[in-house]
């Protein structure tokens, strides 16, 4: 494992990121997802840029082998490979090292506005009875992104602890179904604010907001109006 990243300035020296490095890619024809280029960056330098620049205590990517990391970053990967989202988390989240208190980001690598709305998830402090922080939103009705949050580290391990009892492994668990039980705030925002890569529809749509050429029915949307029109937590 390489070593944590450098803290950005300003970053928060309790928290850690860990970068989900997602699926194989099958409704996109079976691309590494990671190095995917959009506007001119490559998927996990432009996660990892916005991770490292709120999150002190290190961000660590959970990818295959062939995947270039960012200078700075750590790598792991779930053993054995292909186990889920969660088995990636519970491999990142092993690899970092979260003192008392701490708090870990999770973020899929699909997700190119993790800079736009990390803020938000990071705005106030967690409510003492809060396990972690969430993001809600999406098409064609809003729901729960568990891979758009931050959780309290301690909390995010028992509950990993718990599938792995309840199952046998944590391989193949849904992260839903595991996380579920954690008492989580959520952030209310717009479905294109928590838009990920999933279909080259979402692929087309990125490159234009990230080249500043919006489609039409896109046009009033700046990165940012999603997540500020709402934004509210609640608890």
């Known amino acids: 494992m390489a070593g944590l990243s450098a803290a950005g300035r300003g970053a928060r020296p309790d928290v850690a990121a860990i970068v989900v490095g997602g699926g194989g890619g099958q409704r996109l024809g079976g691309v590494s997802k990671p190095d995917l280029v959009l506007g001119g960056v490559r998927l996990i330098d432009r996660v990892c840029a916005a991770l490292t620049g709120a999150c002190g205590a290190g961000c660590v990517a959970v990818v295959p082998p062939a995947v270039r990391v960012p200078d700075g970053v750590a790598r792991t990967l779930e053993d054995p490979p292909g186990g889920g989202p969660l088995a990636g988390i519970d491999a990142g989240l092993s690899a970092l ?139």
């Open 97 to 235: 090292n979260l003192g008392e208190g701490g708090l870990a980001v999770v973020v899929s690598v699909d997700a190119p506005g993790v800079g736009e709305f990390v803020p938000l998830l990071l705005a106030e402090p967690l409510g003492e009875a809060a396990d972690g922080r969430i993001l809600r939103g999406g098409e064609p009705e809003p729901f729960d992104q568990y891979l758009m949050g931050v959780y309290r580290a301690a909390s995010l391990r028992r509950a990993i602890d718990e599938a792995a009892a309840a199952y046998g492994s944590v391989r193949g668990v849904g992260v839903r179904r595991a996380l579920r039980s954690l008492a989580l705030e959520r952030v209310e925002v717009d479905a294109l604010a928590c838009r990920d890569v999933d279909t080259p529809e979402d692929l087309a749509w990125w490159e234009a907001r990230l080249t500043r050429a919006l489609p039409r029915e896109n046009a009033d949307y700046d990165g940012r109006s999603g997540a500020s029109r709402r934004g509210v937590i609640t608890r």
